[in-house]
């Protein structure tokens, strides 16, 4: 059974994250974690609040959460009837990427999904920075974000943006190599280039195990020249091909390292148009037991 976090602020776009992995995931026997975090709500006056006031204020705020998620259970038992999926609920006074980080930890979660926002004019940044803290919090498990508006597509086209310059494990790549074989994909390995050279034995040696670890899935490889910068680029292949998700290794010097530290000005005009997968730096090893199953396996 796979464990799935579902970070939510109730908005139309975190519920649209949700609708699209029921769906994606609809043949899978799931637990979804439904997780809000609330904070403690800073009073307006300009004299401190009595703590009998800050009590109330965060009992308000408490409900609020707790009932926003029951409100949301009642939608997905309205809209998606699965009886391989099941849900538990928790709503938390916490910071909402310490929570993330915490529930990921004590439950061995095994996906995060949350869903992007949209900006407009020089407000614009790529994801959106609640997205990019979770990216970057997130070391355990892969996380699925779902651009704003985006309707779900059986995903038959998948990226993998890579420079070649790592070795990968397949622990690292088994959850796409597992949504290729699930939906019958085909992978498209892509490589954006700066500048027009052959691979070194080094790239070459990556490439070939890439193609190790993809030999039961149709596959390709693209070399494709930047168009400003690494998301751009990115941006238009999808397009062009019509890609269904894209993803990419986040570990130093990466791509998406790259793109989260790209300046301003030429993220612009950036809009992450298909879900992105993004898997944390395992190396060698497999993910870690959770503390949940740790504990599971001392009772026995």
Not at 30 to 49: D, G, K, Q
Request: glycine fraction near 4%; charged fraction near 25%.
């Amino acid at each position: 059974m796979k464990r799935i976090l579902l970070p939510t602020d109730f908005s139309d776009n975190s519920w649209n994250a949700i609708r699209y992995i029921l769906e994606l995931m609809k043949k899978e026997e799931c637990e979804f974690h439904l997780l809000n975090t609330y904070t403690p709500v800073i009073s307006s006056s300009r004299f401190m609040a009595s703590n009998a006031q800050s009590s109330t204020l965060d009992e308000g705020s408490k409900e609020n959460s707790q009932k926003g998620l029951e409100d949301i259970m009642s939608m997905i038992k309205k809209k998606f009837r699965n009886k391989k999926h099941t849900f538990k609920i928790r709503s938390s006074f916490n910071i909402l990427v310490e929570e993330i980080r915490n529930v990921v930890e004590h439950e061995g979660i095994d996906l995060v999904v949350t869903g992007t926002k949209g900006a407009s004019g020089v407000d614009e940044v790529f994801l959106g920075s609640n997205t990019v803290r979770i990216i970057k919090a997130v070391k355990e498990c892969p996380v699925l974000t779902i651009p704003k508006d985006f309707d779900y597509v059986k995903p038959q086209e998948l990226v993998f943006a890579t420079d070649f310059k790592r070795f990968y494990s397949r622990s690292e790549l088994q959850p796409l190599i597992d949504l290729a074989k699930n939906f019958k994909a085909t992978i498209r390995i892509v490589y954006v280039q700066d500048k027009i050279c052959a691979l070194s034995e080094i790239q070459q040696f990556n490439l070939n195990m890439l193609r190790k670890y993809f030999d039961k899935i149709d596959h390709y490889v693209h070399t494709v020249s930047e168009l400003n910068s690494v998301s751009k680029t990115l941006e238009v292949f999808a397009d062009e091909l019509n890609i269904h998700l894209l993803a990419m290794l986040n570990y130093q010097h990466s791509y998406m390292e790259r793109m989260t530290r790209e300046p301003v000005v030429r993220r612009m005009a950036f809009h992450t148009q298909v879900p992105l997968l993004v898997i944390p730096e395992l190396g060698m090893n497999t993910p870690g037991k959770s503390k949940k199953d740790k504990d599971l396996q001392l009772v026995k």
